[in-house]
């Protein structure tokens, strides 16, 4: 009986050409039409893993983590400035967008470090402003809402709430420089009603001439309350 020899299959050739088309694992430089460049880790023919872009549109680099080609885990941002780069992000990144806790250098004397949520700093964060001063507390959307300090160059600084990046709700002032304070409620970034008393004034650097005198109202508390109650109504 003859034997009967079973022919091989073969695979047709644009599968093998497409195979081979596809970008997985390591690859060198892959350049764009629009000009951008990246060099790292694909999978399935996207940017997934390490790897490092120059953005030619937003004139910059990004190194760090991909997923999806979108930045995605932890990587760093980089302005082109000069004949180099200066570095303007560093922290996590969730497709695409500043996300979980990272650095932001709006200027060399100027940063935020603290908490992202979709590009915007929202939680926990601690902003150096160019003049000296520091905010540190909450965000939301990219402004100061919710409890937190602001302390000047001169070290005076508000400890209380925030709504919509001004000072809203209850809080303190302490003028560190004249040995007062002052507690009570505020109405966007104005103390409405609230009670100013001496503070420190001994070792004040610029102590006023006198101390305050002595409030002569029977019930001063029930007289800012009751205020407080107003304006706290005008608000909602």
Same mark, same amino acid.
């Given at each position: 009986?003859p034997? =009967?020899k079973?022919?091989?299959?073969? @695979?047709?050739l644009?599968k093998?050409?497409?195979e081979k088309a #596809?970008k997985?694992g =390591?690859?060198?430089?892959v350049?764009s039409?629009?000009?951008?460049?990246?060099?790292?880790?694909?999978?399935?023919?996207?940017?997934?893993g390490?790897?490092? #872009?120059?953005?030619? #549109?937003?004139?910059g680099?990004?190194d !760090?983590?991909?997923?999806?080609?979108?930045?995605?885990?932890?990587g760093?941002?980089?302005?082109?400035e000069? =004949?180099?780069?200066?570095?303007?992000?560093?922290g996590g990144?969730k497709? %695409?967008?500043?996300?979980?806790y990272?650095?932001?250098? /709006?200027s060399?004397? *100027? /940063? +935020? @470090?603290?908490?992202?949520?979709?590009?915007?700093? $929202?939680?926990w964060?601690?902003?150096y +402003? #160019? %003049?000296? $001063?520091? /905010?540190?507390?909450?965000?939301?959307?990219?402004?100061?809402?919710?409890?937190?300090?602001?302390? =000047?160059?001169? *070290?005076?600084? +508000?400890?209380?709430?925030w709504?919509?990046?001004?000072?809203?709700?209850?809080?303190?002032?302490f003028?560190l420089?004249?040995?007062q304070?002052?507690?009570?409620?505020?109405? %966007?970034?104005?103390?409405?009603?609230?009670?100013?008393?001496?503070f420190g004034? *001994? !070792?004040?650097?610029?102590?006023?001439?006198?101390p305050i005198?002595?409030?002569?109202l029977? %019930?001063?508390s029930?007289?800012?309350g *009751?205020?407080?109650?107003?304006?706290? $109504?005008?608000?909602?």
């Open positions: 009986m034997h =009967l079973t022919p091989k299959a073969y @695979e047709p644009w093998e050409w497409d #596809q997985n =390591l690859h060198s430089t350049y039409v629009n000009g951008n460049e990246y060099k790292g880790e694909w999978r399935a023919n996207k940017r997934e390490k790897g490092t #872009q120059i953005d030619r #549109q937003r004139g680099i990004y !760090g983590d991909w997923k999806n080609s979108m930045r995605h885990g932890f760093t941002f980089s302005l082109k000069g =004949l180099g780069y200066r570095k303007q992000y560093s990144w497709r %695409d967008k500043k996300h979980g990272g650095i932001f250098y /709006y060399e004397k *100027e /940063y +935020y @470090e603290g908490e992202w949520f979709g590009d915007e700093r $929202s939680g964060g601690r902003m +402003y #160019q %003049d000296g $001063s520091i /905010y540190e507390g909450e965000w939301l959307h990219d402004k100061r809402d919710g409890r937190g300090m602001y302390r =000047l160059a001169n *070290e005076n600084r +508000y400890e209380g709430q709504k919509n990046d001004l000072k809203n709700g209850d809080g303190k002032f003028y420089d004249k040995g304070i002052y507690e009570g409620f505020w109405v %966007d970034d104005i103390p409405k009603c609230g009670q100013m008393s001496d004034r *001994e !070792g004040a650097p610029e102590a006023t001439q006198y005198p002595q409030v002569e029977a %019930d001063s029930s007289v800012i *009751e205020a407080k109650n107003d304006f706290e $109504s005008a608000m909602s």
